[in-house]
Structures are given as C-alpha cells and as structure tokens.
C-alpha cells in the first residue's frame, strides 16, 4: 500500500512567519512530487512541483525533496492571512499508464493569524 | 476559456436513482481521473482513464462506472445511488508527465 503522510495540523503560525510543511512517502520509485492549495470548500490548486532532490523556490514558495530520506517539504515565508487553507501532497511514480496516477496525503490545515 | 469544467456544481438525489457526474477538458489531455474527497480520507481515486475507450480501476471504484468515448468527455456514473456515496467528486486531468490540474468539483448529496 503505496501511503504518503502529512500531519493534519492544524498549523498555526503568525503573518509574516515561515510556515513548515511536511510529507513523507513509502513508494521508493516516487519519481514526481506536488503541493496542492485547497481552500474550503475549492478544488485543489497545484502550487509547486518537484522532480529533483533539492531546493525548488517559487516567489515565496520553496519546495525541498529527499529521496534518500523519502521526504518533501514546503515552506511559506512571509506568511500571509491569504495562504490559510488545506496544503495537499501528491507523490507519482511516473513512466505512463498507471504510473500517471497521484497519491495523496490526507492534508495539513495552516492557519495564518493576521 | 480552456480548462476542465464539471458539471453540475451541485446535486442532491436519493437513495437508488442513477446519478451521472460529467467532465469536459479543452486541452486534450490523454488522462483523466475521478477522486472522491470524504473528511478523514482526503482525496481517494475512484477510476482514471489514459485515452479514449482505456478506464481503469482506482482504489474505491466500487459502486462507479466511467465510459470515455471522446478525449475531451469523462462521465462518473453511480449507478444505484447509496448513502455512502455522498461526498464532494473532483474531476482532474493531465497530458502525462505533467501536474493533474482539477475542476472545481461536484458536491454530491444522496438522501
């Protein structure tokens, strides 16, 4: 059973603060990996992607991958009101067919307190 | 505009009746997925398909069918409607080796 974990939160943190983002995968041959944005009662919104082992950064967004370790992480600097909501992770082996297929983590809720 | 549309948004219906959820995508992606979201379970696959006329199980498919005769066109049907089938339904797609992008979902109600 292929599971991908993320603590439920919730995650509070102040405006302006980093927010920290956890996940971690059983699938070894996990070759793609994904942050969701899901505001309530919203569709999932993919926000970062992250192929390679290292740090990925978008604008306030940093995604970190280790698969020695079988872990990714988000993080949010400058945390804002605007990016509470539920962070989802997905984790894809890749290669076609079946492999094309996402698993998710059950999602943290971050609360940012203004 | 492209993108993947779902529809309806919302649906409200009893126990027993068949119940079709549809999906469209402009882009022409060879992948589609259903997902089911429950509290305590997040997002569960429920069938995916990678072209026309290929579907495939998910991990909760029972209860579902899916046909897709066109690219563009994946429809979930329940085909007896029960209680547990209540949930908020997501449609997602991709061209392959990309990120799935999702529709804004149906809220689905079984009574």
């Known amino acids: 059973q292929k599971e991908v974990e993320q603590n439920s939160g919730p995650l509070s943190v102040p405006e302006g603060a980093i927010a920290s983002l956890n996940c971690t995968y059983s699938?070894?041959?996990?070759?793609?990996f994904f942050w969701y944005r899901q505001y309530s009662g919203k569709s999932p919104e993919l926000i970062m992607s992250i192929y390679s082992n290292g740090d990925k950064e978008d604008g306030r967004f940093t995604a970190q991958l280790n698969k020695a370790s079988q872990y990714v992480s988000l993080l949010i600097r400058d945390s804002q009101p605007s990016d509470s909501a539920t962070y989802l992770c997905a984790v894809r082996r890749g290669g076609g067919g079946s492999n094309y297929k996402l698993t998710f983590g059950k999602g943290t809720l971050l609360t940012v307190n203004p | 505009d492209a993108g993947i549309t779902q529809s309806p948004r919302y649906k409200i219906t009893e126990t027993g009746r068949q119940v079709t959820l549809m999906c469209h995508q402009t882009?022409?992606?060879?992948?589609m997925f259903w997902y089911r979201q429950d509290l305590g379970h997040g997002l569960r696959l429920i069938y995916y398909?990678?072209?026309?006329?290929?579907?495939d199980k998910g991990e909760v498919p029972d209860g579902y069918v899916v046909s897709r005769s066109k690219t563009e066109n994946f429809p979930l049907t329940l085909e007896s409607a029960t209680r547990s089938q209540t949930s908020v339904y997501f449609c997602?797609?991709?061209?392959?080796?990309?990120?799935?992008?999702f529709g804004d979902g149906t809220r689905l109600s079984i009574l």
């Open positions: 699938d070894r041959g996990s070759q793609s």
């Open positions: 882009w022409s992606h060879s992948y």
């Open positions: 398909s990678a072209a026309a006329d290929i579907t």
């Open positions: 997602a797609s991709t061209g392959g080796n990309q990120p799935q992008h």
